[in-house]
Nanobody
Framework: QVQLVESGGGLVQAGGSLRLSCAASGGTFSMYAMGWFRQAPGKEREFVTTISWSAGNTYYADSVKGRFTISRDNAKNTVYLQMNNLKPEDTAVYYC??????????????WGPGTQVTVSS
């Protein structure tokens, strides 16, 4: 079972940028599709973006397309989320996840503890 730990969250003004990282251990990282999900206060957890094991395929929620970029470094067992032009509605706890299929968010079953991202207006 893969273990995941996120880092890089914080407080940023609207229009700013943050880069989240997720370090994986305890599994064969390169075999997993990886993804980022988020949960805002009072809302259900939602899909943000996923990437296939080879990084050949990426998927994005419409709300973040053109602003967020997911990437991975299989040599470092790490997945990244570059977030640009942040908006107050991006405020949420961001979770890193590992799964079988990048195109199937419901296949993601391993989760990190989450990192808080707060965007002030």
């Amino acid at each position: 079972q893969v273990q995941l730990v996120e880092s890089g969250g914080g407080l940023v003004q609207a229009g700013g940028s943050l880069r989240l990282s997720c370090a994986a251990s305890g599994g064969t990282f390169s075999m997993y599709a990886m993804g980022w999900f988020r949960q805002a206060p009072g809302k259900e957890r939602e899909f943000v973006t996923t990437i296939s094991w080879s990084a050949g395929n990426t998927y994005y929620a419409d709300s973040v397309k053109g602003r967020f970029t997911i990437s991975r470094d299989n040599a470092k067992n790490t997945v990244y989320l570059q977030m640009n032009n942040l908006k107050p509605e991006d405020t949420a706890v961001y979770y890193c996840a590992a799964g079988r299929y990048a195109g199937v968010p419901s296949s993601f079953r391993s989760w990190g503890p989450g990192t808080q991202v707060t965007v002030s207006s």
